[in-house]
């Protein structure tokens, strides 16, 4: 499904590519939203979509902060208290964590064919290592990786911080903004890369409302779907592959 207002003049000249992480390379939003959905229940509601879309591609702390602030329990959970217990729950839900349809083959195409290529996530380091625990190889093939934690990201997604970051450490780098395509499944995320002057790939969940799909310059149901050719980036060899 391509974007209608997505018109971009840049397509012909990407050369860097950034991939968020969560939701995009790996199946981990189920995590957070079964989770959730157990804590809110003690409170006799329900987390829904509208909510969610509001927490996805944000750091821990920020995302706990609408959580309690939009449900309105923060009088009886505070935003510390919520990330305390959902990370007993989590912890053992993320070394399972399964790859997205079309990641592997996606990331292997880049790499092999010259394209440089890095994560950009709001994971923090212990959670990006338990998540990550069965695809190292995969995720080795990465030029570099910045984290939720890192010093040089002041302030988490829709702020360009973490793709200016990474931007930076590309070879060469800074990479001009225009060269790189972000690939993003939160709406939070494909604001961040606009507002680093990004061009941006939005790979959404169905259940998350159209109304967030406008910013983004495509908008693809499936990385599977993503044709290289679109952007100016090599083609796959098996197109059916």
Request: hydrophobic fraction near 40%.
């Amino acid at each position: 499904m391509a974007n209608p207002t997505g018109g971009n003049s840049n397509k012909g000249s990407i050369t860097h590519v950034i991939f968020d992480m969560d939701g995009l390379l790996l199946d981990t939003e189920k995590f957070y939203t079964e989770v959730q959905e157990i804590i809110l229940a003690r409170y006799d509601q329900t987390f829904d979509w509208s909510l969610k879309a509001k927490m996805m591609g944000k750091k821990a702390i920020e995302a706990a902060r609408v959580f309690v602030e939009e449900t309105g329990i923060s009088d009886s959970l505070t935003a510390e208290e919520f990330l305390v217990e959902r990370e007993e729950m989590l912890q053992n839900m993320f070394p399972t964590s399964e790859l997205m349809p079309g990641a592997s083959r996606l990331i292997r195409h880049l790499y092999a064919n010259g394209v440089p290529i890095c994560v950009a996530t709001g994971s923090h380091r212990r959670h990006f290592e338990l998540k990550t625990k069965r695809h190292g190889e995969l995720f080795s093939l990465m030029h570099h990786v910045v984290l939720g934690d890192d010093p040089e990201v002041k302030q988490g997604k829709p702020s360009p911080d973490i793709f200016l970051a990474a931007a930076k450490r590309f070879e060469g780098g800074p990479i001009d903004p225009h060269k790189i395509l972000v690939f993003e499944d939160a709406p939070a995320g494909v604001l961040a890369a606009k507002n680093a002057r990004m061009s941006v790939v939005m790979v959404p969940d169905p259940r998350l409302d159209s109304s967030f799909h406008e910013i983004a310059d495509r908008v693809i149901s499936s990385l599977l779907d993503f044709n290289p050719n679109d952007w100016g980036l090599p083609p796959f060899e098996n197109a059916e592959s």
